[in-house]
């Protein structure tokens, strides 16, 4: 069995994703088939993140270890992997990879934010770091290409950051990384970010203990005052930083947090925005869920205030709409989003402390139910 904890569970084709854990393996799987395609020893200590890219030529996924180093595998032929030892100095806590597998973004406790080029074997292609700056998490701004790019990071000296890559398209491995923007204000530090695919709001989950903390933020970074919109209708259109999906002078600037939604208890380890198609189809434009240490898998509602203040309200915020309490599993450390889905519903993956994962159904009528529950097995157990 895989050991403790089923850690990242991330997207990697239309039906199916993959799940790392703390022994080293990545496992791959068929969502709707209930079903393990392929499991594999990646890396010697455990992997803390991974990401995946569809391309025309298959599926890339690339993954951050413990020991330091990134890999990077093409599903269906791990024999083929290309590996960089020593990616960081310490703990490599996140990864991240464009939609066009063109670019790699990682973080590590040494504070350094690192691009790496995945079509030369992940030569080294910029990087910046910043004081105090231990990296938690970080996903590239929807759009981000090798020659244009932003990711939003979280750290545990309480901030978010953004930044801007472009510098490395064009200065190649000696490139340093600038930061644009720094959000902050949290009571503990962020565990996981998403960004939503309209590219503009950003969506944080928190440390927590006790019930202080454990909180969800959302941010707007482009516009002080726009009202979020999940409908779908933007997203198509080109990112943020664009003029044409945004205004010239909406540059890189002070960030106004949406909202803030309290709740969890314990850390609110997992984030993820309801896929737009999703959402609007259900009339919860808006919409994330959370995953949390406290067993709870939670859906919420953004219902920003035309002020863009922030909205909480007592011991739960308003906006908390579903909670699915699993009381037979361990603490959830991880949610992914797996498919768009329509009225019928989708489909949403929690990795959880003990070493389970629980696929979990966003139904029709807004609520969330488990599916189906599993205890991960490499190859040679089944």
């Keep these: 069995m895989l050991a403790p904890s089923a850690t990242c569970p991330r997207r990697s084709g239309e039906d199916t994703f993959v799940a790392c854990d703390a022994a080293g393996t990545i496992a791959w799987y068929d969502a709707p088939g209930r079903k393990l395609l392929k499991s594999w020893n990646a890396h010697e200590k455990g992997i803390n993140d991974a990401a995946c890219a569809v391309t025309p030529s298959g ?73 105090r700056n231990t990296v938690t998490c970080l996903r590239l701004m929807p759009g981000s290409t090798a020659s244009r790019a932003v990711v939003a990071q979280g750290s545990e000296d309480l901030k978010v950051r953004l930044w801007d890559l472009r510098a490395a398209a064009s200065s190649g491995a000696g490139a340093v990384l600038s930061v644009g923007r720094q959000l902050a204000g949290y009571v503990y530090f962020p565990l996981h970010v998403d960004v939503h695919p309209n590219g503009r709001h950003l969506l944080t989950s928190s440390r927590g203990v006790g019930g202080l903390g454990a909180e969800a933020r959302v941010w707007d970074v482009r516009m002080p005052s726009e009202p979020v919109s999940a409908s779908g209708a933007d997203v198509a259109s080109s990112a943020w930083w664009d003029a044409e999906a945004a205004p010239a002078d909406a540059g890189l600037g002070p960030g106004v947090q949406v909202g803030e939604y309290l709740g969890h208890e314990e850390d609110a380890a997992g984030c993820g925005w309801v896929p737009p198609a999703l959402a609007s189809s259900l009339g919860l434009q808006g919409s994330f869920a959370t995953a949390s240490k406290d067993r709870t898998v939670r859906l919420w509602q953004v219902r920003p205030g035309q002020d863009g203040g922030v909205l909480t309200s007592g011991e739960e915020s308003d906006e908390c709409v579903f909670r699915h309490v699993d009381g037979a599993a361990g603490a959830f450390t991880s949610l992914a989003w797996l498919r768009g889905g329509d009225r019928s519903g989708g489909d949403v993956v929690a990795g959880n402390e003990d070493g389970s994962l629980r696929l979990l159904r966003l139904e029709a009528d807004g609520e969330l139910r488990m599916v189906a529950e599993s205890q991960p097995l490499r190859d040679d157990d089944e």
């Excluded at 890339?60 to 020593?86: I, K, M, N, T, Y």
């Excluded at 990682?106 to 292609?125: E, I």
């Design 59 to 131: 599926t890339l996924c690339v993954a951050a270890s413990r020991d330091h180093s990134l890999s990077l595998w093409r599903l269906g032929d791990e024999e083929a992997a290309c590996r960089r030892e020593a990616a960081h100095k310490l703990n490599v806590s996140c990864v991240d990879i464009a939609s066009d597998a063109s670019l790699v973004v990682s973080g590590s406790k040494d504070t350094f934010v690192r691009a790496w080029d995945p079509s030369r074997g992940l030569a080294p292609l910029g990087r910046g770091s910043a004081s």
